[in-house]
């Protein structure tokens, strides 16, 4: 096990941080602005809160948002190629219930956002994750082709 050590964190260059380390600051940015949403939106009950939010950060619920996005065209050629370099990351783990290949378009979807908030573009991030949350509410994220 690891011993926890004095970290001094410093501003980095985002493309210099390796795709998975990308995706797992990513996963953990998404989470908490999905978990933000669901308590200001009245849903407070403990037992509720993983139910409503696998609807939106599920592997299954990622790889539809990212397929969609690329298909409406709402990616930057930046943003495709921060989410390529997550795609075709070698890891040596997969989520449970879920293909591979869902898990790999997942893991592209959590790199890009990763990149987002490590590059500072909050903007840009705040709003990407506004229209999953939109296209998560009004039924428009076709998880299902990805079981």
């Not at 539809?64 to 298909?71: D, R, S």
Request: hydrophobic share 35%.
């Amino acid at each position: 096990m690891l011993k926890p050590k004095k970290i001094v964190e410093k501003d980095i260059d985002p493309n210099t941080i390796g795709s998975l380390a990308l995706a797992y600051l990513g996963d953990g940015v998404y989470e908490a602005a999905i978990r933000q949403h669901l308590v200001k939106g009245g849903i407070v009950r403990p037992q509720h809160l993983q139910g409503y939010a696998t609807h939106y950060v599920s592997a299954k619920a990622q790889a539809g948002l990212i397929t969609k996005m690329k298909e409406l065209n709402k990616l930057t050629a930046e943003e495709i190629a921060i989410f390529k370099r997550g795609r075709n990351a070698n890891s040596y783990t997969h989520a449970k219930n879920t293909s591979i290949s869902t898990y790999k378009l997942s893991t592209g979807f959590e790199a890009m956002i990763g990149y987002l908030y490590l590059s500072k573009q909050y903007d840009r991030l705040d709003n990407l994750i506004a229209w999953c949350i939109e296209q998560v509410e009004n039924g428009e994220n076709n998880e299902k082709r990805f079981e």
